[in-house]
């Protein structure tokens, strides 16, 4: 089957300051003995996704354009964030982390995978096509669908990675915000699994449900108003010094570096005016808050704040960690890995303003997936 052409979805930020969604034809080259063309039947969207694709726009200034095939999005962005966009602005900027679909082209070398289901990890995955180096591609079992293996990477290794980060520091235990995320309830089924004490902080009773129904031992939810006397306790039982924080900005990370300082300090025999000298670490890996973060003065003596990337983690990893983790997944995919979707829609359809406004949320619980071959 010789593929010449598909439709990707692109975003466009203009030096004048305008956010623009289209989707454009595109050539799909022929592959090289080494390659395959894979028509994507799914793709998620990930909050990294969302940083891409809408990037720092008002939404409440999106307008709908073009045709009902053809839609078209523009929405304003402020003067004074335009500076820091300099490497992007003026270029179509294709969509998509990751994505699974069909092969349905390959190379002299890989024309075994014709008709395979594989996932793939690297960009543009909003298009009908892709062609990527097939030792870039996971095959996944006989029987699974596009949409099972669509989240195989970001979502999975991440969760993995914080473990894998937990061993290589020294400590012994998690804390996770936004915890009840598909990410979250992915980190509660390898720590159960691995016996990784893990405390989860949720934003309301719903959340925290979601969790114990699937095992989860140690939720605290921060809108009530014993959060901090249930997360020390929760630090105390299970010793937890790294937290990987989904929020970003406002008081949390500070919270939990505080509370595990008096954790620590509560398991002290000599008193130090100084506090403890127990290390105290925050990873940030999401904001889905966009305020500073703040941190307080009662942290004791060891503590950092550092950010989180899955692609940096692999670079430092090294290939032999990142081989163990991706055959991790593969084998547990539809259980451990296994990824809930509350709405499957088309690259048009990602475009209605209507659901962006939905998706755009980044609500706990709901799960957008886009499939681009939907209505071919």
Not at 131 to 145: F, I, N
Not at 322 to 334: F, K, N, P, Y
Request: net charge negative.
């Amino acid at each position: 089957m010789t593929i010449t052409t598909g439709l990707q979805l692109s975003s466009l930020i203009t030096a004048e300051g305008e956010l623009r969604l289209s989707l454009d034809d595109v050539a799909i080259p022929a592959p090289r003995a080494d390659q395959v063309v894979v028509r994507i039947e799914a793709s998620p969207l990930n909050p990294s996704d969302l940083g891409l694709l809408l990037g720092p726009a008002d939404l409440s200034t999106i307008k709908a354009g073009g045709s009902a095939d053809r839609p078209t999005v523009t929405a304003s962005v402020a003067p004074a964030i335009l500076p820091s966009l300099q490497a992007r602005l003026g270029e179509a900027m294709a969509v998509g982390n990751e994505g699974a679909g069909v092969v349905v082209d390959a190379g002299d070398d890989a024309k075994h995978l014709i008709g395979r289901t594989v996932a793939l990890l690297g960009g543009s995955m909003y298009s009908q096509y892709r062609v990527m180096k097939a030792s870039d591609a996971l095959v996944l079992p006989e029987g699974t669908t596009a949409a099972q293996g669509a989240s195989c990477f970001v979502n999975p290794l991440t969760a993995l990675a914080m473990v894998e980060t937990m061993r290589a520091e020294g400590h012994t235990a998690l804390v996770h915000t936004a915890a009840a995320s598909n990410l979250g309830q992915m980190l509660n089924r390898i720590c159960i699994a691995d016996g990784v004490p893990l405390v989860n902080i949720v934003r309301s009773e719903a959340q925290a449900k979601i969790l114990t129904d699937i095992g989860a031992k140690y939720v605290v939810d921060s809108t009530t108003p014993d959060f901090r006397t249930k997360l020390i306790d929760a630090l105390m039982e299970t010793g937890a010094t790294l937290a990987f924080d989904a929020v970003g900005g406002g008081p949390l990370a500070g919270q939990i570096i505080a509370a595990m300082e008096v954790a620590a300090t509560r398991k002290m025999t000599d008193y130090s005016r100084y506090g403890s000298t127990t290390h105290k670490q925050v990873y940030i890996y999401g904001v889905l808050d966009l305020r500073p973060t703040e941190i307080g003065r009662n942290t004791g003596m060891a503590w950092g704040i550092g950010g989180f990337l899955l692609t940096y983690f692999l670079m430092k990893a090294g290939p032999e960690v990142g081989q163990r983790m991706r055959a991790r997944v593969a084998a547990e995919l539809t259980t451990t890995f296994a990824s809930h979707y509350t709405s499957e829609i088309s690259l048009a359809e990602a475009l209605q303003p209507e659901i962006i406004a939905a998706y755009a949320k980044k609500a706990t619980g709901e799960k957008f997936l886009i499939n681009p071959s939907k209505g071919l």
